[in-house]
């Protein structure tokens, strides 16, 4: 069975400062990795997606295969960044397009 | 804008209650899954539906039971509410050939 691992329940850095959230998952085929961020009082959002290498609001994730990790990275956080976020897996093919969720980091940005 | 949206946004209840919560969307999405979020344990599948006549379980279902009642509701039953049923419940859908998902603005269930 696939899994999503989040080591940090809570990261804290301060504003300028480069933020990183980990994500490791298991699976032995080909995912699609996803994070998604859920700000205070807001519901869960996609913030990006490996498959379409974007960057969104200055965060970047790159997937290694290798060391099975998709790690969201930014080079300066703000303070607006503060907010729950997922990293997510997904399984396709057949019927089966789930998605299995890490169980969150939370990022406070101080100022 | 199309969107998910769930209701009631709030629910305190007792334990032994039957309790629908019940989610909509004008997305025109084929799949809706229904959700809890317990903190420090992220989100957890309860059930999913890939299209009216199709019902899944997730990883949690015991407990629970819905109802897909057409294309745009999903409905998740709790039949006899008990306290560690208190959670934050999430509704979501997702198109037939894409696998995001959208979020409703989630129903938060106190069971006493």
């Known amino acids: 069975a696939q899994r999503v691992t989040q080591p940090e329940k809570l990261l804290s850095v301060f504003k300028g400062a480069p933020v990183e959230l980990k994500c490791n998952y298991s699976?032995?085929?080909?995912?699609?990795l996803f994070w998604y961020v859920q700000y205070s009082r807001q519901r869960l959002q996609l913030l990006l997606r490996?498959?379409s290498r974007e960057s969104i609001k200055g965060f970047t994730a790159d997937l290694n295969k290798g060391e099975t990790s998709f790690h969201l990275k930014k080079p300066f956080a703000q303070e607006e960044d503060s907010a729950m976020y997922y990293c997510?897996?997904?399984?396709?093919?057949?019927?089966?397009?789930?998605?299995?969720f890490g169980k969150g980091t939370l990022l406070t940005v101080n100022p | 804008d199309a969107d998910v949206t769930q209701t009631p946004r709030n629910r305190i209840t007792k334990t032994g209650k039957r309790i629908m919560l019940e989610c909509s969307q004008t997305?025109?999405?084929?799949?809706m899954y229904w959700y809890r979020q317990d903190p420090g344990l992220g989100l957890r599948l309860i059930y999913y539906?890939?299209?009216?006549?199709?019902?899944n379980k997730g990883e949690i279902s015991d407990g629970y039971s819905v109802s897909r009642q057409a294309q745009a509701k999903f409905s998740l039953s709790l039949e006899s509410a008990i306290p560690n049923q208190t959670a934050l419940y999430f509704c979501?859908?997702?198109?037939?050939?894409?696998?995001?998902?959208?979020f409703g603005p989630g129903t938060r269930l106190t069971v006493l």
């Open positions: 979501a859908t997702s198109d037939l050939f894409v696998n995001e998902q959208f």
């Open positions: 490996h498959i």
């Open positions: 699976y032995s085929g080909s995912p699609e």
């Open positions: 539906s890939f299209d009216v006549k199709d019902i």
């Open positions: 997510a897996l997904s399984v396709s093919g057949g019927s089966n397009y789930k998605l299995t």
């Open positions: 997305k025109g999405h084929d799949r």
